[in-house]
């Protein structure tokens, strides 16, 4: 028999030690003084799910202003909570706040009141990002029902920093289109999902979204949402809207093809598991199985679906010259790559992409939070021959190690893209971190990647990581993966 | 900023910030817990009007949350990578302790328990400062750590000390599920 004491005992024997130091005082200050100043802050924890892109709606209202939301005093902001530095010329970029505009469609919510709309905000990275949430006199927010602001019935609006997320930014192409198929996802009819995080913190009346295991009390099932919203292209001509119980055809909105739709959850909804990759407390709170299916109609007569049952009915951006039609050549792109190895280096990134030869992921020496374990790596240098100016582009590494009998070793590594913008000329290094300890050949190359418009389910990196996994994945994984244009080449052996 | 503001928040660096460490440290690897650190204390200059006086709670609140998102990139990065193959993906491991059996058993249950046990046994928080970082009440907070307690020990003594036994309760097992 295993007693409340032998467990206390046995978890305090198994503390981890952790007796490594704090960085210093100076950089930690440095990095706080250096935000202070910064115009603009990008936010870490996002109410995901109203900022997922999405797609589905009952009916598109009139533009305008909807009655109802007038009734709803306002109460105070819903303020970022957790915010990291601003940077302008890294990952997502910042904000730009004159690009922040409410479209003028409105959903009705299942139970009437204020309706529902969504917005889009453009970042110096070339992207675009969408948020949804309730609309009250031409602003976007959050309701204070439910666990929210201690339901305390008033309107909180969001503030225009909130509408940058990973997971709803789409890329903007070359000719300007963004594309983001967002499937339904269940949502508080406050709009506040996270509100346990960003809201709620002196509330007592917490419950837990699917997924969620916060607080041990599932929200009522009448609080939530079905919720989907995404922008499909100037082609998308109509979605037909599927539940279990009945069907609707809505019109994508715009020049974009903006869509979004509003139900009521699916039953059972509040008791359903999150099928995200990760269960943290503020994780993938979103998904819930039997909700709806929506069947995206194009001009030219061909049918996708969101989400997708199969890779063959996965979404794909339909604009004309939306993909890759803006990269230079090879001969352009040419410059000089300089390539050394490292014997051994303590904390490399991992790869975005490690294959065997059979197209599975080889079995490396793992990762953790997107760090490789110890080993050797090979630093991989050269000018950068042409600007890099959004997140949409980037340079990668692409390694195929000549295999070694006896020795298992991946058929191809792909490096983590570049993750700023770049000036043409700029030194760039790019590590890569090998994982097979083998004496062999590697044969390498640089490449420009470029996604354009393609976005899709592209989790937290944005579409630029789904066009590169694509081109190296099994031939279901992409449609159309794109070539990518060298920058140079070079060998090197290993010992 | 201005000069008090800086040395108030230094301060609080010199007084806190071994103890995030410790706590990201137990929790990931190096350079991610030096980045988790850095980023609390950002945190806590931005909320400065928020930070209770005892603010080590409330340092460790942000800090579990810093952590959660930094293992949401990894899982991204993973499942886009799985997606392409049509792989189910779980989450990527938060903790690895030489007991194996004991690992087993604290990754199986949900994440606040798992914390509000490792809050008090590791970082060694009273139960009302574990509450404080779990933004929950006292009165919760007991509740979670007597049932946190005894799943452990349902756990324990379901596996027998053996790793790998895929019992699993479906209600606090993460799955893949279409929408």
Partial sequence: MTTFRDIESRLRAARPDAEAPAPPREVVLARIEQASTAPRKRRSWRRRGVGLPIAVGTVVLAAASAGGALLLAPGKPVAPELVLPATPETGLGEPVGASLELLPMRVGDPEGGAPWGMRVIRTTRGLLCLQAGRVVDGALGGLGIGYAFGGDGRFHPFLPADAIATDSCPAVGANGAPFLPGPPVIVPANALPLAGENVSQADQNHCDLPGQQNWGVRCPQAELRQVAMGLLGREAKSIRVTTPDSSFTVSPYGPDGAYLIVLPAQPNANASMSSGAYEGPFGNVSHAAGGAVLTVTYSDGSHCQIPATGPSRQCHAHEQGSTGAQLPSSAQLSSAVHVSYLPRVEHPVAPLLMDDAAGGTFAGRGEQSGEAAPGPALTVSFKAPVRVENASSAYVVELEPRPVSRCATPAVIVSQPTDQTLQAGASVQIAVSLESPCATTYSGRVFLASSSSVGGESGGEGPLYEAIAAKFGPPSSGQGAASFPTVGRFDISVP | ?179
């Fill in chain 2, 1 to 179: 900023m201005d000069s008090d503001q800086l040395r108030a928040v230094g301060a609080l660096y010199e007084r806190h910030s071994d103890a995030v460490m410790r706590y990201a440290l137990r929790r990931s690897d190096r350079e991610t817990a030096e980045e988790v650190t850095a980023q609390v204390f950002l945190v806590a200059w931005r909320r400065r009007s928020a930070l209770p006086d005892d603010a080590l709670p409330w340092l460790y609140g942000v800090a579990r949350r810093a952590l959660s998102e930094q293992r949401r990139g990894a899982a991204r990065r993973k499942r886009l990578h799985e997606r392409l193959r049509s792989v189910a993906v779980e989450a990527p491991p938060a903790l690895e302790l030489r007991d194996r059996a004991l690992e087993h058993a604290v990754m199986r249950l949900s994440d606040v328990d798992r914390e509000a046990l490792l809050l008090h046994y590791w970082e060694e928080l009273e139960p009302a400062q574990v509450a404080v970082a779990l933004g929950c009440s006292r009165a919760t907070l007991a509740v979670r750590l007597h049932r946190a307690r005894a799943r452990l020990r349902r756990e324990l003594e379901g596996d027998g000390g053996q790793v790998g036994n895929e019992k699993h309760d479906s209600s606090r097992v993460s799955r893949t599920e279409p929408v």
